[in-house]
């Protein structure tokens, strides 16, 4: 399993942000995406999410353009904004998105376990605070169960123990024969991994 793009261009307004862009994920490895602000690192992320159309270029699974409804059940997409009902506890917004891939009230509890904030579980998300919204947010990443992670940002916001905790998720699923793209200013202690360097135009 491969996830792949060949000559990807991004335009925005009428500014080239990247063109005739390559990159390869194996399975079980991660490529993370470097540069300032501005190079283009969340375009990519939302345009391999299918959020967004390149100008040009292709997007595979192993080589093949993507079949769009197979596509989605296959990422899970974490962005700068944490869709977090804040009117919900943090276990109903988690059970909300278990229910959505279909998992059970025991698997919750074992994300909550996995992400160590089953003290949180019965707070109104609006308390947290945005590590804490962020954890939360990657906590409905892993109970989505896709094959690829798409990140961006992932540990802003994460203090020290948050960001350990992180990278051994992150290190479980790609054993497991997942993948993973992301976005980070932070040196994550992740390999294999690739480095993509996006700079400005």
């Known amino acids: 399993m491969t996830f792949s793009a060949q000559k990807l261009t991004c335009i925005r307004g009428e500014r080239v942000i990247f063109s005739a862009l390559d990159f390869n994920i194996p399975e079980g490895s991660v490529l993370l995406l470097k540069g300032p ?3 283009g690192k969340s375009s990519l992320l939302r345009i391999s999410a299918g959020f967004l ?9 192993n080589h093949s353009p993507l079949d769009p409804d197979i596509y989605s059940s296959k990422i899970s997409y ?22 959505l891939r279909k998992k059970n009230n025991k698997t ?20 947290l605070s945005q590590g804490q919204k962020r954890r939360l947010n990657f906590a409905r990443v892993v109970a989505e169960s896709a094959k690829l992670w798409i990140l961006d940002e992932p540990t802003d916001s994460f203090d020290r123990e948050s960001e350990v905790l992180f990278t ?32 400005n135009s």
């Open 108 to 127: 919750t509890e074992k994300i909550f376990h996995t992400l160590n904030i089953e003290n949180l579980a019965e707070l109104p998300a609006s308390f």
């Open 37 to 39: 602000n501005g190079s």
């Open 78 to 99: 974490m962005g700068h904004l944490d869709p977090i009902k804040p009117s919900l506890t943090v276990r109903e917004n988690l059970d909300f998105w278990v229910r």
């Open 168 to 199: 051994e998720i992150l290190k479980k699923h790609l054993s497991m024969g997942g993948l993973a793209m992301i976005a980070t200013h932070n040196n994550l202690d992740i390999s294999p991994a690739n480095t993509l360097e996006l700079g």
């Open 53 to 61: 159309k390149p100008q040009e270029g292709i997007i595979a699974w």
